[in-house]
């Protein structure tokens, strides 16, 4: 008989929903309606054959974007998403069996990887209030943990962490002999950055992806930012040509537009905050967090409301979990973009 990896062979996946193309989807915070179609073109304009035919070089992506938050490329590792960075930080970082303290709830990928990687996943609940439970998570780790993942913001709900915060995380890891890693996938949306821990400590690793407000989810871009020696190990870990040259293309030619992206992040605060107030004003609870996304509390039930947004091709989110089980998410963008969602929403909530 084969070898099959137990780990592998165990694990409970749940693969992403397929046929959401021409769908209106407010259910995977990716941006609604993406990067002005003349940029697109632009750039789409520059791929010629000889570019298709050569393999990806990363290094003017990371020069640009190592500029672009002060630091140097050696601090970098571009990787296919950021999810692929967290499978690197996860595999090069902690032995199995060891522990991975993460908030809970929170994005999927974290326990799928412990579960792929034979790891064993700490959870720390967040508060009833939805706060970041920033003394238990202190508590939770342990001699056993070998990384600790917070994500700031917090996602699903929960606001980011204060530099102080972000330090005794650092530095109780440290004391464990273990990694402190910084999902900062909703970063834009909330300014304040753990990134200067990098350079305090010797043990952070931070996550940054361009799906989120750099609209470019389809290309799967992430990057892993630290000092030089944690980003050589992970260096290590990846394939050859982790990532793509038309990913690596949009991420440098996006750097370059600046003002795009300051266009990008207004409008989706523009929406968000209509979305709310409008939702508020029609008498449901509805609140915003600091990544690009909302959450409302339907009058009805969420399974048949979902059915009914469903028909009409409007995707949104909800959760099996004790704390968000009352509530939708709704992914944010442009004005126009919220404003079709509720119009769908408050007729679907009618019929
Ligand atoms: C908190 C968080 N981290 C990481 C990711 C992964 O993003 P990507 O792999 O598209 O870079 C997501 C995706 O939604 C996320 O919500």
């Known amino acids: 008989m084969y070898y099959v990896n137990p780990y592998i062979r165990d694990c409970v996946r749940v693969f992403p929903e397929q046929g959401r193309y021409g769908c209106k989807r407010y259910d995977m915070n990716e941006n609604p309606e993406g990067l002005p179609k003349e940029f697109v073109d632009r750039v789409l304009g520059e791929i010629t054959p000889e570019f298709l035919a050569t393999y990806p070089e990363p290094d003017p992506f990371l020069e640009k974007y190592a ?150 989810a389809s290309l799967r871009l992430g990057v892993a930012i630290s000092n030089p020696t944690l980003i050589s190990y992970l260096k290590k870990a990846t394939p050859s040509f982790e990532v793509n040259a038309v990913a690596l293309l949009f991420g440098e030619r996006i750097l370059e537009e600046p003002e795009m992206l300051e266009e990008l992040i207004q409008k989706e605060a523009e929406g968000k905050a209509y979305a709310v107030e409008t939702l508020r004003e029609k008498g449901y609870e509805a609140f915003a967090e ?30 099996g979990n004790r704390l968000l089980k009352d509530y939708l998410r709704i992914s944010t963008g442009s004005r126009e973009a919220m404003e079709r969602y509720i119009k769908e929403f408050l007729e679907a909530e009618e019929e």
């Open 67 to 216: 500029a672009h938050i002060g630091m140097k490329k050696e601090n970098l590792c571009a990787t296919n998403g950021s999810d692929m960075a967290l499978r690197f930080i996860l595999e090069v970082f902690a032995r199995e069996g060891g522990d991975v303290v993460t908030v809970a709830p929170s994005f999927e990928m974290y326990w799928v990887n412990c579960s792929m990687l034979g790891l064993c996943h700490v959870p720390v609940d967040l508060e009833p209030d939805f706060t970041v439970p920033v003394e238990k998570l202190l508590a939770a780790v342990t001699e056993k943990a070998d990384v600790v993942a917070i994500l700031n913001p917090n996602n699903p709900v929960g606001r980011g962490y204060s530099l102080e915060e972000g330090r005794r995380l650092a530095r109780k890891a440290r004391e464990c002999g273990a990694i402190l890693l910084v999902d900062e996938a909703y970063h834009y949306f909330q300014r304040e950055t753990l990134l200067p821990l990098v350079e305090e400590f010797d043990n952070v690793v931070v996550m940054r992806t361009f799906s989120k407000v750099f609209s470019l």
């Open 290 to 319: 600091a990544g690009n996304f909302i959450f409302v509390r339907p009058k009805g039930s969420i399974p048949e409301l979902k059915e009914r947004l469903n028909r009409r091709g409007v995707l949104v989110k909800s959760y």
